[in-house]
């Protein structure tokens, strides 16, 4: 089975405070996404990865950045948490484009983010 | 750009009902993947069902079955026979089958709350 672990289900930090959210997975996938789900808004993408050290913005990037050093983590940071950053975030990953019918994104389970 | 659209935001069947969520999207496209994900109460998402454009065959996976109308780029989720483990929040959502800087990103509607009552 595939596994998507995101390293935290709760988080709370305090407006200003740079955060780190860790994704890991395991089925060797070229690409990783991180979406913000938000009531009434479904997800959104922030930002993808389909290589490492490789990135592209998403529908909403601003306030965030990512890092993919490894191939099967893939970061999000909040250089400067605000309150409008409360969110649940989701780590996603799947295999390449090129792949068909394999390009099937599985998700972690999710991190409550909570900004004071 | 695509937009996906679930226009019911909570839904109740009972136990051993019959339940439709409905989808409608907006492309200029012709060539597309359509999903329905699950997401349980434990919040980890799940795929359920996965329908091809191209394909005029309706998905079916055990339960749940879809009804895809291409020209009126409506899809929805039928659930049969529906069971407790069936609560959670359904997400439709919409990836193009061409390539370019899309990478397979899913654009996601603003999802239904499934409630099932025994």
């Known amino acids: 089975d595939v596994k998507v672990t995101q390293s935290s289900r709760y988080l709370v930090k305090r407006t200003g405070e740079k955060v780190f959210l860790e994704c890991v997975q395991d089925?060797?996938?070229?690409?990783m996404f991180w979406y913000r789900q938000d009531p009434g808004l479904g997800l959104r993408l922030i930002y993808f990865?389909?290589?490492?050290?490789?990135?592209e913005k998403g529908d909403i990037p601003e306030g965030y950045s990512v890092s993919r050093e490894k191939k099967e983590r893939f970061s999000l940071i909040l250089e400067s948490a605000s309150t409008n950053q409360t969110s649940m975030y989701l780590c996603?990953?799947?295999?390449?484009?090129?792949?068909?019918?394999?390009?099937?994104?599985?998700f972690g389970a999710g991190t409550r983010l909570s900004v004071l | 750009a695509q937009t996906v659209t679930q226009s019911q935001p909570e839904m109740s069947v009972q136990e051993a009902e019959t339940v439709t969520l409905s989808c409608t999207y907006d492309?200029?496209?012709?060539?597309?993947?359509l999903f329905w994900y699950k997401q349980p109460p434990s919040r980890q998402m799940i795929l359920v069902i996965r329908?091809?454009?191209?394909?005029?065959q309706n998905a079916t996976e055990n339960r749940f079955s879809v009804n895809f109308q291409k020209a009126a780029k409506s899809f929805s989720l039928k659930i049969s026979d529906s069971q407790l483990g069936d609560a959670a929040m359904y997400f439709c959502?919409?990836?193009?089958?061409?390539?370019?800087?899309?990478?397979?990103?899913?654009?996601f509607g603003q999802g239904t709350i499934l409630t099932v009552h025994p």
């Open positions: 959502a919409y990836r193009s089958a061409s390539g370019g800087t899309s990478y397979g990103k899913l654009t």
């Open positions: 996603a990953s799947s295999f390449s484009f090129s792949s068909g019918a394999k390009n099937i994104q599985y």
């Open positions: 990865s389909y290589d490492v050290k490789m990135k």
């Open positions: 089925m060797d996938h070229e690409n």
């Open positions: 492309t200029s496209e012709s060539d597309y993947y």
């Open positions: 329908q091809e454009a191209y394909k005029q």
